[in-house]
């Protein structure tokens, strides 16, 4: 099994929302679809799979037409394409090993073949005694593990995943994360990954596309995301501090207070513009009678390093000696106010 390359412009109508995306995936390749609740990622996935019917434009796989608006429309079943989400979705009906054989036995797989390929698969997820259990009496990790292994059985040319983590807990996670990368690696099958973590978007991804509003505003490598990013979503998500505000008169107006950085986008006067900027990059002092600076929302240690947050979204991180000499002794609590002075802030779009 090796990858196709998969075509994207979907347009799709939703009541509250107009979704329209193109992009290619080369064979192989990942592609990470990024951005906040309700942007129009899973409804992205869902057309290229042909559970939602465009509206405009067309999905091919190695240049075959899967559906074009208005005339052609394989359905799911004929499309090669896999979608796994959050839930496994397995038959409940069916035994792991039924479900597992459910694909090949599709492809018109022989009897003993269609064996070979489940004890194989079974193994490979750590699953061969559980072969004759009912879905319902493995655990979400275990069910999820066998959907894994049900839509690489089913040699998909490409596959695409939903936050397929994002129902697990932190003992499965690992575990189902290892499945997922030891399967993604040894079949090279094209993806496309919906997530909500930058750190999947490094694993996996060799391209990001960050969507706000049913459109792709951001579009990089995840390296060129996380040292660069041109909006406030994809800071956020890359850990920088983001202060939102207005641009006005050459600045960034915070509710009336000014903070000065490096104009990097394409701003007009009056428009909603965010402060981003990398929290090493922010000194911290203590608030004075004339300026009672800002509230800290939390303060959290990670290897020797503080991260103060602030209810305005400025973060600063501090080594740990510092922010103790800065609490007069004790770490800053949340709660307590402090001066952040931006050293190198960017102002981007919203
Ligand atoms: N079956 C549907 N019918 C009509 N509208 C829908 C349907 N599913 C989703 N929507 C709407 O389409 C828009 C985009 O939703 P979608 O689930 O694609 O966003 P998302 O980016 O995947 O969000 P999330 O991160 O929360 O999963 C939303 O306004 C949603 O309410």
């Not at 030891?182 to 960050?210: N, P």
């Not at 969507?211 to 996380?226: F, K, Q």
């Not at 600045?251 to 007009?268: I, K, M, Q, Y």
Request: with cysteine; net charge neutral; hydrophobic share 45%.
């Amino acid at each position: 099994m090796s990858g196709a390359r998969l075509n994207v412009d979907a347009r799709i109508g939703r009541s509250q929302l107009d979704v329209s995306v193109a992009f290619d995936v080369e064979p192989g390749g990942c592609v990470a679809l990024l951005g906040p609740n309700g942007c129009g990622k899973s409804t992205v996935l869902g057309g290229i799979a042909g559970l939602t019917r465009l509206d405009g434009g067309q999905i091919s796989v190695d240049g075959t037409c899967l559906e074009r608006a208005g005339s052609v429309r394989l359905s799911p079943d004929k499309r090669g394409i896999a979608l796994l989400d959050q839930r496994a979705r397995l038959f409940p009906h069916l035994s792991v090993e039924q479900n597992l054989a459910f694909g090949p036995r599709a492809h018109g797989a022989g009897r003993s073949q269609v064996q070979a390929i489940v004890a194989d698969w079974l193994d490979r997820i750590g699953l061969a005694d559980r072969a004759r259990a009912k879905p319902h009496q493995l655990s979400g990790g275990q069910q999820q593990r066998v959907a894994i292994a049900r839509a690489f059985a089913a040699q998909p040319r490409v596959i695409l995943l939903d936050e397929p983590f994002a129902a697990l807990d932190a003992e499965s996670t690992p575990i189902v994360r290892q499945v997922l990368a030891d399967e993604l690696t040894r079949t090279g099958v094209t993806a496309v990954l919906v997530t909500h973590e930058m750190s999947d978007a490094w694993q996996w991804a060799d391209r990001c596309l960050v969507m706000n509003r049913g459109t792709v505003v951001e579009d990089g490598t995840p390296a060129d995301l996380t040292l660069r990013p041109r909006r406030s979503f994809t800071a956020a998500l890359a850990g920088f501090g983001v202060v939102a505000g207005r641009w006005r008169g050459g600045a960034l107006d915070v509710n009336g207070r000014t903070l000065a950085g490096e104009l990097d986008a394409d701003l007009a006067d009056g428009d909603a513009a965010a402060g981003i900027v990398a929290p090493r990059d922010v000194a911290a002092a203590p608030a004075t009678g004339s300026d009672p600076g800002v509230e800290l929302s939390a303060v959290s240690v990670q290897a020797g390093v503080v991260r103060l947050d602030t209810v305005i979204g400025l973060a600063a991180e501090l080594a740990m000696e510092e922010a103790i000499g800065l609490g007069g002794g004790a770490l800053p609590q949340a709660g307590q106010r402090y001066l952040l002075i931006p050293q190198r802030m960017r102002i981007v779009g919203v």
